[in-house]
T-cell receptor
């Protein structure tokens, strides 16, 4: 049973380009969180998704950022027109239900040149 | 709004000694989970220990134990017999029980193990 898979592990983009970060949850998990981590800081909540539903996107900037978790396939965090301030590690975590353990991916390090 | 505060940005401990990392939180809820996560240089988030707020008994996992004081809203992590592999960032976290909601993390404490 593979863990939470995030790809790519590292992503380099120039300012103005689009970044697409993928998260494949563990088998049987229908809940996904996305978090952002700046250097030497904690994890900041961005969005909470269930299959085909956005439960809470209160932590996600209203412009340029979007997230989805389709019925089939991975969850995608999309950042349009990236800026230097978007450089960070982005983590996803999945779980089966709120009473069960959360599993984290290894993160995607986004670097914006 | 719920918040999680870790007041120690960095700590050091001698190998084989015991260290305690502090965490306080603020919530008006009565049912919730508290967690300690470890993040080594590999960046992987590893669950160290979990505590359900309704349980009075402090959670323990091998060399890791917590001191959960619900009235004081305090949740400290004690690491006994510290090992070099314990060097990492440690994050305290909170989540409401029985409701779809996010996990809230503290800013972390970087733990150094001195040989």
């Amino acid at each position: 049973n593979a863990g939470v898979m995030q790809n790519p592990r590292h992503l380099v983009r120039r300012r103005g380009q689009e970044a697409r970060l993928r998260c494949s949850p563990m088998k049987g998990h229908s809940h996904v969180y996305w978090y952002r981590q700046l250097p030497e800081e904690g994890l900041k909540f961005m969005v909470y998704l269930q299959k085909e539903n956005i439960i809470d996107e209160s932590g996600m900037p209203k412009e340029r950022f979007s997230a989805e978790f389709p019925k089939e396939g991975p969850s995608i965090l999309r950042i349009q027109q990236v800026v230097r301030g978007d450089s960070a590690a982005y983590f996803c975590a999945s779980f089966r239900s709120i009473s069960e353990k959360l599993f984290f991916g290894s993160g995607t390090q986004l670097s914006v040149l | 709004a719920q918040t999680v505060t870790q007041s120690q940005p960095e700590m050091s401990v001698q190998e084989a000694e015991t260290v305690t990392l502090s965490c306080t939180y603020d919530t008006s809820e009565s049912d919730y989970y508290l967690f300690w996560y470890k993040q080594p240089p590999s960046r992987q988030m590893i669950l160290v220990i979990r505590q359900e707020a309704y349980k009075q008994q402090n959670a323990t996992e091998n060399r890791f134990s917590v001191n959960f004081q619900k009235a004081a809203k305090s949740f400290s992590l004690k690491i006994s017999d510290s090992q070099l592999g314990d060097a990492a960032m440690y994050f305290c976290a909170y989540r409401i029980m029985n409701r779809d909601d996010k996990i809230i993390f503290g800013k972390g404490t970087r733990l150094h193990i001195l040989p």
